[in-house]
């Protein structure tokens, strides 16, 4: 909800002395959310001196996070009458945990001047240590290719696969509404040639893959029908895609058969709770990015459950309250 809307819902539910201000809100969560990111980073230094100065066990101790998946979202951004003016992006991030949920991280993509830092912050909080690596799933997207560079060898880079399978279903579904040709190949043929190079990329080859879409772009006529230039444009837009993620492709049968994440389905859900459901609320909602990455680090504390253990630490005498009530 809006500051407005929020200030009203105090005034209702608590016993307040004072009229509150919108504007006191909006400073308050400024304060509080910069509070918390400067904790986090403490938090994070403080796990890396640890696992400096401990000495590492002769049998490694398997890491508590599976794979870390990144993605993407739009806000509004404030002061633009229209709302295709102006918008920017947030980028989110969720852990992927054998014992619990796992936890997520949030910013703004425009203000992250070392968005690989703030990842690495994240893990070390998150209990994985500096010698263990690590898996990234993402749609290969360059805004949340940064967030998850940086991390040389240990840094295992998977493209999502349910980002390739959807793009092979819309093509294929735009192949069965291309109208035949009695000179060219039939759409039996061109979709049975669509499905070898999904083949190809479910095993983890690339090059054989563009090599067939490439050789399927040749069947098409860009001078044809509007469904068929739509269809190569298209196609055109899947190869390059494949191209600039080729490195990120892996061999996702044997992941899967595994149990290994091919897709980071988990992460997308972060997005709507972190974003969607408490920022956009059907696109009426604008913001200023700052304003918006502040209440970003207190949304994933909140979702995170951690934002009273914070509160705790910096106010002990909470803590102390709770016990005595709890003990009464």
Request: charged residues 25%; aromatic residues 8%.
């Amino acid at each position: 909800m809006s500051y407005g809307l929020t200030v009203n819902v105090l005034q209702e539910v608590l016993p307040l002395d004072h009229v509150l201000a919108a504007s006191s809100i909006r400073r308050q969560v400024t304060t509080l959310g910069r509070r918390l990111e400067a904790e986090q980073a403490t938090d994070a230094r403080q796990q890396a001196e640890v696992a400096a100065s401990g000495r590492s066990p002769e049998i490694p101790e398997p890491s508590p996070v599976r794979a870390v998946g990144i993605d993407g979202g739009y806000l509004r951004l404030a002061g633009h009458r229209r709302r295709q003016d102006g918008w920017f992006e947030v980028i989110v991030g969720k852990s992927l945990r054998d014992q619990d949920g796992g936890h997520s991280f949030a910013y703004v993509h425009k203000l992250e001047r070392r968005p690989a830092d703030r990842m690495w912050n994240f893990l070390l909080r998150e209990g994985v240590q500096p010698s263990k690596p690590v898996t990234f799933l993402s749609d290969g997207g360059d805004t949340v290719r940064f967030a998850q560079l940086g991390f040389g060898d240990r840094g295992e880079y998977v493209l999502d696969w349910f980002h390739i399978a959807m793009r092979v279903q819309n093509l294929e579904q735009m192949i069965k509404g291309r109208p035949a040709h009695c000179d060219g190949p039939s759409n039996a043929a061109l979709i049975k040639a669509l499905h070898g190079a999904k083949w190809h990329l479910w095993h983890g080859c690339p090059h054989p893959a563009l090599r067939r879409l490439e050789s399927l772009g040749w069947d098409l006529d860009a001078e044809g029908s509007p469904e068929e230039a739509k269809l190569l444009g298209k196609l055109e837009e899947f190869i390059v895609y494949l191209d600039n993620n080729r490195h990120f492709i892996v061999n996702y049968g044997d992941r899967y058969r595994h149990g290994e994440p091919i897709a980071s389905g988990f992460v997308e859900s972060a997005v709507n709770q972190v974003v969607s459901k408490r920022f956009v609320k059907r696109q009426q909602m604008a913001w200023r990015p700052r304003h918006a990455h502040n209440l970003l680090q207190i949304r994933t504390a909140v979702l995170n459950n951690q934002l009273r253990s914070y509160v705790e630490r910096w106010y002990p005498s909470i803590a102390g309250e709770e016990d005595h009530r709890l003990a009464a």
